[in-house]
């Protein structure tokens, strides 16, 4: 079969005060036509550079090919022209990104964003590309795409959003399409929807898939080979079942050890215990009324019943617009509930006054998702994590010394604390956050989607260093988030939220043994890679 991508000992060099000489070096990978080759690593391995360098992306001159070459289709890319790569980006090659909100234009309708890919590279008169535009919207699967060609992004979900960068990819039916990181953010039933699309895709036009990922339920899914990169090196490739079964590097053998299993451990389920938190027919509605016209009403909480015992980690899963962190929100009260109750240790604060809430403010404290959105990046850690217990009273004296002590639970080096968040690793900034929260000495702590952009093993690392603090400090962990593995190895039980209702709730193991309810089996049944259980398997994949 003939290879569509070929890059042969490509070494990208990086300025000169970073950490090593080069971000990849002596890379060499092929991607044949109808293949799909996922490209693995944890943050900072050189995955999402080659990408980079094959779409000449690359923001020069702070990064620069050095040696090697890349050829698509036998034509070398190195030596391009700017005019020739232009060409070629959209006509044969084509780029999934990881976040569409952030690569789709907000202020121009979706149908225009495709249809300009087709203005550029073709002759098609406008009644021509307007019936391509629709032709590849419901290609990748578009609902009512009449509707959606004239809406804005920001009207569309996460899923449609990505089916419309899909969708800009696919229109010139490149022979090359590179995925970096395109399901990161999206639960188990999109995200099954989407590997599902780009599978097809690439068996029906035999289009080479180069597939970046750190989620290896999705190279089970997808890959038909795998290469595993580490500091800018290639330090294994292979088939994908022969890698994932029986990998032969010691780097990704610590990969594969890392992936969560589906298979939830024997935890001691806490009954007795006092209740932390507890909501009652919690409801929360965004629109209606209005000067001119009534707006629709959405329902993003319905009569939401939950409670968390001290200790006790309670995660909340289901997909994108169920609700999970309308509730989490409401609880913060960082939106108001429309009706219901939110009790802390019996007293309830779902409906007190601001003033009367900031005495309770710090016995809830939140992680996010992004850690690097959720600290000033013009404060020092030191500073963000004093913030809080200064505003509330203490010493800079004894909140200085509160910031040593935490940064040394969590594996920071306290003599760090005059760093600023840039100057730590994605996984190093998450640690922070959860040295901020911890600084206020809370009772319940909500992780929203807290680990869900981190790497298998940063992520298997802060899941153990939640843990432990949630039973060193006998805290309730309300814990949020799409992905199935997590919530199977973290949770003691589970809530299930569809529609903005929750549809079952029980012990962790339980409901993932047994499930009941039909949204929550078809929520299992989409997880990606279901049936392997990575280094050996359990069942034919």
């Known amino acids: 079969m003939s290879a569509v991508l070929d890059i042969s000992g490509l070494s990208v060099r990086l300025p000169a005060n970073a950490d090593r000489p080069h971000a990849i070096e002596d890379v060499s990978l092929h991607v044949d036509a109808g293949e799909t080759l996922c490209v693995v690593g944890e943050s900072g391995s050189g995955k999402s550079v080659c990408a980079q360098a094959v779409m000449d992306l690359l923001p020069r001159p702070h990064l620069a090919p050095v040696a090697g070459n890349v050829t698509l289709l036998g034509e070398s890319l190195l030596d391009a022209t700017p005019k020739r790569l232009r060409a070629l980006r959209g006509e044969r090659m084509s780029m999934i990104f990881q976040e569409p909100m952030t690569a789709l234009n907000p202020v121009m309708r979706c149908g225009r964003q495709i249809e300009e890919v087709l203005a550029t590279h073709t002759e098609m008169t406008p009644a021509e590309r307007a019936a391509r535009v629709r032709e590849v919207m419901v290609a990748v699967n578009l609902p009512e795409p009449d509707k959606l060609i004239h809406a804005y992004p920001h009207q569309l979900s996460g899923g449609q959003r990505q089916r419309i960068m899909i969708a800009m990819a696919l229109v010139l039916e490149p022979a090359l399409l590179i995925a970096d990181e395109p399901t990161t953010a999206l639960d188990v039933t999109t995200q099954a929807q989407i590997l599902a699309l780009i599978k097809r895709i690439q068996v029906e036009r035999q ?19 795998v290469a595993v990169m580490q500091n800018g090196n290639l330090v294994e490739t292979g088939e994908t ?301």
């Not at 898939?209 to 080979?225: K, M, P, S």
């Open 207 to 225: 289009t080479g898939v180069l597939f970046i990922t750190h989620d290896f339920g999705v190279v089970a899914e997808i890959a038909d080979r």
């Open 241 to 541: 079942r022969r890698v994932l079964i029986a990998p032969e590097h010691d780097y990704t053998r610590m990969l594969i050890a890392a992936v969560p299993s589906l298979e939830p451990p024997q935890r001691t389920l806490i009954t007795a215990s006092h209740v932390a938190l507890q909501t009652r027919s919690l409801a929360k509605v965004y629109g209606g009324g209005g000067l001119r016209r009534r707006r629709r009403e959405v329902h993003a909480a319905r009569d939401v019943d939950i409670e968390i015992h001290r200790g006790e980690t309670l995660g909340i899963v289901g997909e994108s617009g169920s609700g999970k962190s309308t509730v989490a929100r409401c609880i913060m009260r960082l939106v108001e509930p429309t009706a219901g109750e939110v009790l802390l240790h019996g007293e309830q604060i779902g409906h007190l006054s601001a003033r009367a809430l900031r005495p309770h403010r710090r016995r809830i404290q939140v992680i996010f998702q992004d850690p690097y959105r959720s600290l000033d990046p013009r404060q020092t850690v030191g500073s963000a994590i004093m913030e809080g217990p200064r505003n509330y009273g203490l010493s800079r004296e004894a909140a200085d010394a509160r910031t040593v002590d935490l940064l040394s639970l969590v594996s920071i080096d306290p003599a760090a604390r005059g760093r600023f968040p840039h100057q730590f690793s994605g996984g190093q900034r998450q640690r922070i956050c959860i040295a901020r929260a911890l600084a206020m000495e809370p009772e319940v702590l909500v992780a929203d989607e807290a680990v869900s952009a981190l790497d298998v093993s940063i992520q298997a690392q802060v899941l153990e260093l939640l843990d432990e603090v949630r039973e060193r400090f006998d805290l309730a962990l309300l814990f949020i988030t799409h992905d199935l593995r997590v919530a199977a190895q973290i949770c003691d039980r589970i809530a299930v939220m569809h529609l903005g209702k929750v549809v079952e709730t029980g012990p962790t193991a339980e409901v993932f043994a047994n499930p009941r309810d039909d949204y929550t089996k078809r929520l299992f049944e989409a997880a990606p890679g279901r049936g392997w259980q990575f280094g050996r398997i359990q069942s034919e994949a």
